[in-house]
Nanobody, 121 residues
Framework: QEQLVESGGGWVQPGGSLKLSCATSGISFAIYDMAWYRQAPGKQRDLVAS???????KYADSVKGRFTISRDNAKNTLYLEMNHLRSEDTAVYYCNADAGTWVGDQRLTYWGQGTQVTVSL
């Protein structure tokens, strides 16, 4: 059974830091492109950062220079280090694993349940 479990969310004041983790099981983590998305209330789910199996990491313009995505293939875990947090970073953060392929008409992609990040005074 494929599982992605996020942790590390919480409340932090503006300017603070948090580090999110996404522990995976049931997938061959090393061959999956990984990413973090976020969804604020009433808004669509947007890409925050991605780290492919091969290639460069990518970041949304709004988080460049503040967030760092990384992966540990030995631990099957994805990370997102978030610094200089702002109120507009408040959202539910989701981990995504994408194999870049299809099985029949289903894209081979998995999502975690999300972790809440709240940035406020």
């Amino acid at each position: 059974q494929e599982q992605l479990v996020e942790s590390g969310g919480g409340w932090v004041q503006p300017g603070g830091s948090l580090k999110l983790s996404c522990a995976t099981s049931g997938i061959s983590f090393a061959i999956y492109d990984m990413a973090w998305y976020r969804q604020a209330p009433g808004k669509q789910r947007d890409l925050v950062a991605s780290i492919p199996v091969i290639g460069n990491t990518k970041y949304a313009d709004s988080v460049k220079g503040r967030f760092t995505i990384s992966r540990d293939n030995a631990k099957n875990t994805l990370y997102l280090e978030m610094n200089h947090l702002r109120s507009e970073d408040t959202a539910v953060y989701y981990c995504n694993a994408d194999a870049g392929t299809w099985v029949g008409d289903q894209r081979l992609t998995y999502w975690g349940q999300g972790t809440q990040v709240t940035v406020s005074l």
